[in-house]
């Protein structure tokens, strides 16, 4: 009887320690946004971009909690009801993480752009605090100024911990972190340069900051959307298709049973499943033990191929690379 | 990365040549309203509303706010122009620029924060419906060095009683 660990994919202690991390910087990062949600709250006034900054970090939260929720639900082993284990969990979250992302730059597009539109000088006026008055814009750039150096340590942590887990939730929330602290430095020129009598300022920078958001935000959705529709798997980033996919072709094809080898591989979350289509030399079909070991010895390649299934086919089917398909696509083309 | 970098350089120095060209000249009026009435003349809009504002058949109007409005164009050395009228052709005037500040009794619930900007609350008193009011005035959207003489103003008359 082979052992075969379907479901809680058993990760390498790189990868355990790595998500220990990740687990570790999350929770810092809700404590860190509970913070700055109060004391934005506090100073926000009438400043666009005071609001907007604050309304961004409420929706900075999404991210973190979609990834916790995430990799606690992944550790499930697979049921009855849930065959495959619960690895689809990393999908939505990052779909959620995404469509944060995407509410934030559109938002932020929009109010600064009508902003702009209406010619709005935003009103700054007074604070007082412990009898002294002065001016609110202050307590506004000091506010804002110290909320920007911890979301860029907190991004690039993320982004090496998504790249070591292949986690694109963490990829996701570690393009927020980058939102957030830019919307920051953004209010901050803004409100300086209403201090300096440049009432457009505020509004201005939001625009030129919210591009960039806007457009992480439409990539990560469209690598989700891609994810759950089973595209072919790809690197973290989406900026490749994974190595791991050629690597597991070459595998096969390596083997002395074995004429030729093509595989489907889709990105359930951490890990990918795939479909390895193999056709075994002079059509014969091999013995029980060499198809567990090839099985076994997919599964070693990488952590993150952790449920192979092997299919003897006759001929190659056309989306992993068999002729038939060229046939089809000639005689349609 | 290096754009991020570049964006947080700008920022440091916007915030560096605010500090260096002194508190004094910040914030900024966009259209000068306080330099042009310091030693000049201060228009202000008045709506009836006693006994904050009392503007009908008198003229100049009297009440509560007038008064304020008067101690502090004394402070600035600025004569006054009254004008009277309803609260939207009056913040319609703040808007264009024809008036520097309109009072009527507005609290912080007024509807016009879209349009004007409201002071601090300067005073507490007991509505119509027996809940706390906080009083404000309204000033020119971004004027934002006469918002913050007013207010400081209106902040030490508070203190000194």
Request: hydrophobic content about 50%; glycine content about 8%.
């Amino acid at each position: 009887m082979t052992s075969i660990s379907f479901g809680s994919a058993e990760l390498p202690p790189e990868q355990l320690e790595a998500l220990r991390r990740a687990k570790r910087l999350e929770w810092a990062t809700l404590a860190f946004l509970a913070g700055a949600i109060t004391a934005v709250f506090l100073v926000m006034g009438n400043s666009q971009a005071m609001r907007t900054a604050w309304a961004e970090d409420l929706l900075s939260l999404a991210p973190p909690i979609a990834f916790l929720v995430a990799v606690r639900l992944v550790r499930k082993p697979p049921s009855e009801r849930y065959p495959y284990g619960l690895h689809r969990a990393v999908g939505v979250g990052h779909l959620v993480a995404a469509l944060a992302l995407l509410s934030m730059g559109a938002f932020l597009i929009f109010d600064a752009g009508s902003g702009l539109v209406r010619a709005e000088h935003p009103p700054i006026g007074t604070m007082t605090l412990f009898g002294v008055t002065f001016w609110a814009g202050w307590a506004m750039m000091l506010v804002m100024a110290l909320t920007i150096p911890l979301p860029i340590v907190f991004g690039r942590k993320k982004m090496r911990l998504a790249e070591q887990l292949h986690d694109k939730v963490l990829y996701a929330d570690a393009d927020m972190n980058k939102a957030d602290w830019m919307t920051a430095a953004g209010a901050v020129v803004g409100v300086a340069g209403i201090g300096v009598g440049l009432w457009w300022a505020d509004a201005a920078a939001a625009l030129f900051i919210s591009a960039s958001i806007l457009w992480d935000g439409v990539k990560n959705m469209r690598a989700a959307i891609t994810d759950l529709m089973d595209s072919r798997a790809t690197t973290f980033d989406d900026a490749h298709p994974h190595p791991v996919v050629a690597r597991l072709e070459a595998l096969l094809r390596g083997m002395s049973w074995v004429d030729d080898a093509g595989a489907r591989v889709r990105d359930e979350g951490h890990v990918f499943h795939a479909e390895a289509f193999v056709v075994p030399r002079r059509g014969r079909t091999p013995s029980l033990r060499r198809l567990v070991e090839a099985r076994k010895a997919c599964e070693a390649l990488d952590w993150k191929l952790h449920d192979v299934t092997i299919v003897l086919v006759d001929e190659l089917p056309a989306e992993v690379g068999g002729r038939a398909g060229e046939q089809q696509s000639e005689a349609r083309g | 990365m290096m754009r991020a970098l570049r964006l947080l350089a700008v920022a440091v120095a916007v915030i560096a040549l605010t500090i260096v060209s002194g508190c004094s000249s910040v914030p900024a009026d966009p259209h000068g309203t306080l330099d042009r009435v310091r030693g000049g003349v201060l228009r202000v809009g008045a709506t009836h509303h006693p006994p904050w504002v009392e503007a009908a058949g008198i003229s100049p109007p009297g009440g509560d706010e007038v008064d304020i409005v008067t101690a502090f164009a004394n402070d600035n050395d600025a004569d006054l122009e009254w004008e009277v009228g309803s609260e939207q052709s009056l913040v319609e005037a703040l808007e264009r620029g024809d008036l520097d500040l309109v009072i009527g009794g507005f609290t912080d619930a007024t509807p016009w924060t879209e349009r004007a900007a409201t002071t601090v609350p300067y005073t507490e008193a007991t509505g119509p419906d027996g809940s706390v009011e906080k009083h404000v005035m309204l000033t020119r959207m971004g004027e934002n060095r006469f918002l913050v003489a007013l207010e400081t103003f209106l902040m030490d008359r508070g203190r000194a009683g």
